[in-house]
């Protein structure tokens, strides 16, 4: 059966399991003279990359393993009230730049690889996945000891090139792997890139500084009392009464109606004493006595 149907089929995992029997199939059919055997071998070695690029590039995943493992342990050995635990932090932190740059530089200059140790490399590819999921995840849990000592924009920086770093070592690797091994690679390395760039995101946020009280903040004054509620349902006061109006001025009295003057008796009249100015009233005459 061709080998990519039995990929396909079997899965990697299995057919790494197979090859010792293929092995030993081979080499109970190794009834071919020395030098069918050496060519055989040397196409076999072709094939596969040689042995000296599995190496190579196995040697530089572990420089990349040890690197990861160490942050992880400097990480979480960090005690927010001793600010010499991030001492560790920093060397290792520094080292692993030149660290990721030696491991990209072998696996660049390794031959490319075969189907066989392809599988191989890819099974120590996986495990390097994880300590970096590890690794990375202990470095979001320790975000608030981080905020504490004013470190996360650092963190945050940090995170970013080591993202560019491991990007290089992933090209590099996949261009060291057949046709049919590059999509597993490829996979392993989105799941590590989206893990880094999680980490980036929670330390673009802002400080959280809250376990620590502010220094030198005057105290706030006390609030003053409210005042008290009013009682519900209580009846609104009576407005102040009006003071009266003034009374209107009286009216005037009517004039009086003319009234007919009463005739004397006998339609007589009292002739009238002309007046010279000065009227005088005839006395009575007198009795005799």
């Known amino acids: 059966m061709h080998v990519k149907y039995l990929v396909t089929l079997l899965g990697l995992q299995q057919l790494v399991s197979a090859m ?3 092995e ?6 190794g009834a071919a003279a020395p030098e069918v055997q050496a ?3 040397g196409r076999r070695k072709g094939k596969d990359g040689g042995k000296d690029g599995k190496e190579m590039i196995t040697s530089a995943l572990n420089q990349v393993m040890t690197v990861l493992k160490n942050l992880d342990t400097a990480i979480n050995n960090i005690n927010p009230k001793d600010l010499t635990t991030a001492q560790p932090l920093l060397t290792v932190a520094q080292s692993s730049m030149g660290v990721f740059q030696e491991a990209g530089a072998k696996i660049q200059a390794a031959p490319k690889l075969g189907l066989i140790d392809s599988l191989s490399i890819a099974q120590a590819g996986q495990g390097l996945g994880d300590q970096v999921k590890q690794t990375i995840g202990d470095i979001v849990k320790k975000k608030p000891v981080f905020d504490q000592l004013g470190a996360s924009s650092l963190i945050k920086d940090q995170l ?5 770093q491991t990007g290089g070592l992933q090209d590099a690797l996949v261009s060291k792997l057949p046709a049919i091994a590059k999509p597993i690679a490829e996979r392993q390395g989105q799941d590590i890139v989206k893990v880094v760039d999680d980490a980036i995101a929670t330390y673009s946020q802002p400080a959280n500084n809250s376990t620590q009280p502010p220094a030198s903040t005057p105290p706030k004054a006390p609030a003053s009392p409210a005042p008290p509620a009013a009682p519900k349902n209580t009846p609104a006061p009576n407005p102040a009464p009006k003071p009266p109006s003034p ?3 009286p009216a005037a009295p009517a004039p009086a109606p003319n009234m007919p003057k009463t005739p004397n008796p006998g339609n007589s009249t009292i002739p009238k004493t002309p007046s010279n100015g000065n009227t005088t009233v005839p ?3 007198k009795t005799g006595n």
């Open 39 to 41: 060519q055989d071998l």
């Open 24 to 29: 030993a199939q081979e080499a109970q059919d």
């Open 160 to 164: 970013v090139s080591q993202k560019s």
């Open 283 to 285: 006395r009575p005459p």
């Open 247 to 249: 009374a209107p001025p």
């Open 20 to 22: 010792p029997v293929q």
